[in-house]
């Protein structure tokens, strides 16, 4: 059984950062791209970033700039820091990752993940 395990959520103010990060643990299983998602109260899920196993990253325009993703294939552990937090920000951060595939899949759909964590709430006040 794969388990992603993510931490480091919390209260800020906004301006102020976090860094969150995720676990992969279980089976031997390595990924092929480990991405965030994040959801606000009354809003759907959404991509924030994602990296491939060659390191290549995608990020949503909304934090270009502000928010870096990184990994350590080694630990099998995905980061990211959050720099100039806004309070629209605020949601629960969601980690996910890809089953290695014989095909490139996209990293910004939330369908093309396979196994998710429980979430680490981000609380940005103004």
């Known amino acids: 059984q794969v388990q992603l395990v993510e931490s480091g959520g919390g209260l800020v103010q906004a301006g102020g950062s976090l860094r969150l990060s995720c676990v992969v643990s279980?089976?031997?299983?390595?990924?092929?791209?480990m991405g965030w998602f994040r959801q606000a109260p009354g809003k759907e899920r959404e991509f924030v970033t994602a990296?491939?196993?060659?390191?290549?990253?995608s990020y949503a325009d909304s934090v270009k700039g502000r928010f870096t993703i990184s990994g350590d294939n080694a630990k099998n552990t995905v980061y990211l820091q959050m720099n100039s937090l806004r309070p629209e920000d605020t949601a629960v951060y969601y980690c996910?990752?890809?089953?290695?595939?014989?095909?490139?899949?996209?990293?910004?759909?939330?369908?093309?993940?396979?196994?998710w964590g429980q979430g680490t709430q981000v609380t940005v006040s103004s």
């Open positions: 279980g089976r031997t299983f390595t990924s092929s791209a």
């Open positions: 996910a990752a890809q089953k290695i595939t014989t095909y490139v899949r996209d990293l910004s759909g939330a369908r093309e993940y396979d196994y």
């Open positions: 990296i491939r196993r060659s390191g290549i990253t």
